[in-house]
C-alpha cells in the first residue's frame, strides 16, 4: 500500500480498547495493565507509545508493529509510591503508521527516527490516566507517621519529666545541707551562750567564797 488514500483508510480502523483508565497507585506494589492493539487490516502497522511521564510510567514495548489480521500485547507500568502527593491525570500517546518496504521488521524505532526516516501519515489516539486516591496503604502509612510522631512527643515528654526530677532532687539536697548547716550554727552559739552562762557563775561563787 503505497497511496496516502489507502494509507489512511487503514489507520482509521486501529482503535484502542479504551479512552480512559483509572490506575489505584500504591505504596506497597507496581500496578500494571496491560491491553492489546488490534490491527484488522491487510497491511502491517507500526506504533510507538509515549506518556506524559516517562521518568514515572514505563510502556512495553515502547516500538513494534501489528501483523496484518493480528493484535499486539502492551503493558503500562507505573511504581510504587514513595511519598504523598498530588497525582495529576496523565496521557498515553499511540502513534500508528502503515510499516513502508524499507523498515525492518527488527527495527520498528527506525520508524519514527525523526533524523532518518519519519513517515509523513500516521494517527495519533491517546489514552487518558486518572488516579484514585487515597493510594492504596496510603491511611496505613499516614498512621505509623503519626504513631512515630507520638512516641517521639512522649519520650520527650519523659526526659522532661526526668530531667525535672533531677533538678528536683538536686533542691531537695540542697536544702537539706543548708538546714544542716544552719542546724549546726545553732547548736555552735547555744554552746557558746551556755560556757559564757558557766564562766559568770564560776566568776561569781569565786568573789563570794574570797569574801
Known amino acids: 500500500m503505497s497511496n ?8 482509521e480502523q486501529i482503535s484502542l480498547p479504551f479512552q480512559e483508565i483509572k490506575v489505584w497507585p500504591s505504596y506497597a506494589q ?10 484488522p487490516t491487510s497491511v502491517t502497522i507500526g506504533f510507538h507509545l509515549r506518556t506524559t511521564r516517562p521518568s514515572a510510567i514505563s510502556v512495553y514495548p515502547t516500538y513494534g508493529f501489528i501483523e496484518r489480521n493480528n493484535f499486539a500485547m502492551v503493558e503500562i507500568r507505573f511504581p510504587k509510591v514513595e511519598h504523598s502527593c498530588r497525582m495529576r491525570t496523565d496521557r498515553l500517546t499511540v502513534l500508528l503508521a502503515v510499516k513502508p518496504d524499507c523498515v525492518s521488521r527488527a527495527e520498528p524505532e527506525l520508524l519514527w527516527d525523526e533524523k532518518n526516516f519519519m513517515t509523513e501519515i500516521y494517527a495519533r489516539k491517546c489514552i487518558t490516566i ?3 486516591r487515597p493510594f492504596e496503604n496510603e491511611t496505613i502509612k499516614k498512621s505509623r507517621r503519626s504513631s512515630t510522631k507520638r512516641k517521639s512527643e512522649t519520650d520527650q515528654q519523659i526526659n522532661e519529666q526526668k530531667k525535672q526530677s533531677c533538678r528536683n532532687v538536686e533542691s531537695e539536697a540542697v536544702a537539706k545541707v543548708n538546714k544542716t548547716v544552719q542546724s549546726d550554727d545553732n547548736d555552735e552559739a547555744e554552746e557558746e551562750e551556755s560556757n559564757e552562762d ?13 569574801q
Open 4 to 11: 496516502a488514500e489507502d494509507s489512511n483508510k487503514a489507520l
Open 30 to 39: 507496581w500496578r500494571h495493565i496491560q491491553f492489546a492493539l488490534t490491527n
Open 130 to 132: 486518572n488516579y484514585k
Open 198 to 210: 558557766f564562766t559568770d557563775k564560776d566568776k561569781s561563787e569565786a568573789k563570794q567564797n574570797r
